[in-house]
T-cell receptor, first 114, second 112 residues
Framework: DTAVSQTPKYLVTQMGNDKSIKCEQN?????MYWYKQDSKKFLKIMFS???????INETVPNRFSPKSPDKAHLNLHINSLELGDSAVYFC?????????????FGPGTRLTVT | DQQVKQNSPSLSVQEGRISILNCDYT??????FLWYKKYPAEGPTFLIS?????DKNEDGRFTVFLNKSAKHLSLHIVPSQPGDSAVYFC???????????FGKGTLLTVNP
């Protein structure tokens, strides 16, 4: 019973295409995140939604647009894909307000832009 | 600008011995620290955390130590097991801002 799931796990596409990655969590959390792990292995936050409201928006090209239809889902749409978008994208969730600030991660989506 | 640094890209230890993974930070506003473990082709898994009001937190074989004056934390794994072989990430956050800032990770290899 997967807590945070992402689809697809692998995505290979050409430059200029538009693609989406989906994320779902069944932990009952109210906050979800998108992280990017680039070729240098750094995990960097991109966006965060709390109760469907955008609360963190790092310096990310506006070709990236997150959408949260409900608390359990956070999707990432990427327009006009570029070579530099190749990375592993991780979704995560947490419960805002708890004493701990642990975030629970999905398995990742490896995006390759050719 | 790396606010969380893990200066050892890799560490190799023998099974049964202690593994010590280190992490340094530069932002004095960080008040909560976490360690994650990551296996290949999987997402990071939460291991243990510590608040800045403590200097030690223990959970089974895992202990995290925090030295605020040195802006340094470490993760001790005792005894180390081959299944502990993974990349370990240190992360930090500030107050109610739940943004996690991660280090680059340290690859731990535990040899049987």
């Amino acid at each position: 019973d997967t807590a945070v799931s992402q689809t697809p796990k692998y995505l290979v596409t050409q430059m200029g295409n538009d693609k989406s990655i989906k994320c779902e969590q069944n932990l009952g959390h109210d906050t979800m995140y998108w992280y990017k792990q680039d070729s240098k292995k750094f995990l960097k936050i991109m966006f965060s939604y709390n109760n469907k409201e955008l609360i963190i928006n790092e310096t990310v090209p506006n070709r990236f647009s997150p959408k949260s239809p409900d608390k359990a889902h956070l999707n990432l749409h990427i327009n006009s894909l570029e070579l530099g978008d190749s990375a592993v994208y991780f979704c995560a969730s947490s419960q805002f307000g708890l004493a701990g600030r642990e975030q629970y991660f999905g398995p990742g989506t490896r995006l390759t832009v050719t | 600008d790396q606010q969380v640094k893990q200066n050892s890209p890799s560490l190799s230890v023998q099974e049964g011995r202690i593994s010590i993974l280190n992490c340094d930070y530069t932002n004095s506003m960080f008040d909560y620290f976490l360690w994650y473990k990551k296996y290949p082709a999987e997402g990071p898994t939460f291991l243990i955390s510590i608040s800045s009001i403590k200097d030690k937190n223990e959970d089974g074989r895992f202990t995290v130590f925090l030295n605020k004056s040195a802006k340094h934390l470490s993760l001790h794994i005792v005894p180390s097991q081959p299944g502990d072989s993974a990349v370990y990430f240190c992360a930090a956050s500030v107050g109610s801002n739940y943004k996690l800032t991660f280090g680059k990770g340290t690859l731990l290899t535990v040899n049987p």
